[in-house]
């Protein structure tokens, strides 16, 4: 079993839409939750940090459920610019392992 | 400021070859990786480093050598190469366990 699980998608929704991604991690010692976002191979760069308490950063909501050991990642009135992959990543062992979901692909069309 | 620098670009290698990876950083951090990046798979990190002279294996060490001399420089090292290496590979440092990844920009290696 991966460590970091997502649902690959590929999820295609139109402008607009509010999509869900969902995130289950097997560590149940893990300390540091991340969604990263990956356009076209690029470098993976930092979306938002996940908090016990859960937060939000514009159009963009994240969730932690530690008892059932998983992340969610909503997202409101989708751009196509929202377009991407997007990454769920875990940090165990001190924070110095960080380990990253296979990525769950987003299509937002017009 | 330069971030994360990686070099080469790209690479084509011959099955057997070795060849070093370079992976310098400039923001004095003491933590950086190695990842390595196949379709369906997501990133997997092969090596990781919390300061210079530590370094840890990740999930996929096999026929990987890395070493942290100094605190900007963290090389992997592909002994014999196999087409079973050829994939994206990226390097990247932070401050510490709860801080943002910074990445290089990659390296597209095949191995033939």
């Known amino acids: 079993r991966k460590e970091v699980e997502q649902d690959p998608g590929p999820f295609n929704v139109p402008e607009g839409a509010t999509v869900a991604f969902n995130c289950t991690y097997s560590n149940s010692a893990s300390q540091s939750f991340f969604w990263y976002r990956q356009d076209c191979r690029k470098e993976p760069k930092l979306l938002m940090s996940?908090?016990?308490s859960g937060n939000e950063d514009g159009r963009f909501t994240a969730q932690l459920n530690r008892a059932s050991q998983y992340i969610s990642l909503l997202i409101r009135d989708s751009k196509l610019s929202d377009s991407a992959t997007y990454l769920c990543?875990?940090?165990?062992?001190?924070?110095?392992?960080?380990?990253f979901g296979a990525g769950t692909r987003l299509f937002v069309k017009a | 400021n330069a971030g994360v620098t990686q070099t080469p670009k790209f690479q084509v290698l011959k099955t057997g070859q070795s060849m070093t990876l370079q992976c310098a950083q400039d923001?004095?951090?003491?933590?950086m990786s190695w990842y390595r990046q196949d379709p369906g798979m997501g990133l997997r990190l092969i090596h990781y480093s919390v300061g210079a002279g530590i370094t840890d294996q990740g999930e996929v060490p096999n026929g990987y050598n890395v070493s942290r001399s100094t605190t900007e420089d963290f090389p992997l090292r592909l002994l014999s190469a196999a087409p079973s290496q050829t994939s994206v590979y990226f390097c990247?440092?932070?401050?510490?366990?709860?801080?943002?990844?910074?990445f290089g920009s990659g390296t597209q290696l095949s191995v033939l």
């Open positions: 990247a440092s932070r401050t510490g366990p709860d801080e943002k990844l910074f």
């Open positions: 996940v908090y016990s």
């Open positions: 923001m004095n951090h003491e933590y």
């Open positions: 990543v875990v940090s165990n062992t001190g924070g110095f392992k960080t380990i």
